[in-house]
């Protein structure tokens, strides 16, 4: 049982982490750069088992940009919630920031992965979260089975994400953020710096007191 970081190898790459089980689930694919580098982490990752499936935590160039080289390697769907599946499936440049970081992602097949869909690895349950903000289709992964949230750009491990760009609001962030109060949170795997094995929920409260404080 494991949720494995695949580690970055460009500062401008998100986390990519695999989510191991009978069904190996892979969430987001950094910027990639450079592909193959990506390709031959996340195999080796595999350690021979095959990749079921890639969940995408929202659209942005830095999570996605690997997306192509993931899917034609490994042959699984890509799946994202709806609102920003539908941007990647346009591929709505401005939305997505692809060239804000330098390339053109193009039309990608992005199936549409509703709030409240759980995905069983066997070893993991996923519940898909939808927490607005970052991008109105941002989501975080809850393992109802270690306790663990994957978290995007909504939640990191000291802050919370940016809402400045189109799509973002910060009021949505605000609202989404205490919707995750009623999870017990213990590990944080984050769309960017340290993720930690304990003490999410504080993390948590910590990014909730940047606007304020709690809203009961
Ligand atoms: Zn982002």
Redesign the pocket.
Known sequence: MAIISIGISDPDD?NVYLVTGDRNVLVDTGLARDPSRLISRIRSALNGSDLDMLVLT?C?A??VGGLDAVVREFGCKAYAHPEDAARLREGDSEYI?DRMFGFRLGKCDVGDLPDGHVIDTGDHRLRVVHTPG??RGSICLYDEATCALIS??TLFAGGV??TD?PGGSRSDMERSLNSLRRFDIKGLYP?HGIHVEHDGNDYLAEGLSMFGGVII
């Open positions: 998100s929202h942005h830095d999570h920031l970052h991008t995007g750009d994400g940016r760009f769309g």
